[in-house]
């Protein structure tokens, strides 16, 4: 029974020694604040820079269909594909100098 009464109580030893010791249990709490702090910031970063990547992507994927319509609508507006379908469709043909009529309006 003797030595149960000298047992010190952890607990109460424990509380009585972080109180003794406030300054070190402040910058404990701090170090441990700043660090979930950065876990969190890194994690935000890394949701961002996944977006920025998948808004790049989009840009160069619209920039590709852009290039293509380009190409479609120059394919379209050639002369010679024109003169062909006004051929073809309407029976239409380059005139001749010979079938040019001059008319002089006074």
């Known amino acids: 029974m003797a030595d149960k009464k000298r047992q010190p109580n952890l607990a109460k030893e424990i509380f009585n020694d972080l109180f003794r010791h406030k300054l070190v249990l402040v910058l404990i709490l701090v170090n441990v604040t700043t660090a979930l702090f950065i876990v969190q910031f890194a994690?935000?970063?890394?949701?961002?820079?996944?977006?920025?990547?998948?808004?790049?992507?989009?840009?160069d994927d619209l920039d590709l269909q852009w290039r293509h319509l380009l190409i479609e609508q120059r394919t379209l507006a050639e002369h010679s594909r024109?003169?062909?379908?006004?051929?073809?469709?309407?029976?239409?043909?380059?005139?001749?100098?010979?079938?040019?009529?001059?008319?002089n309006v006074q």
Do not use: T
Request: hydrophobic content about 45%.
């Open 43 to 59: 994690h935000m970063n890394r949701l961002a820079f996944i977006k920025q990547d998948k808004l790049l992507q989009q840009r």
């Open 82 to 103: 024109i003169e062909s379908i006004v051929g073809d469709k309407l029976g239409l043909y380059r005139g001749k100098l010979a079938d040019e009529v001059v008319v």
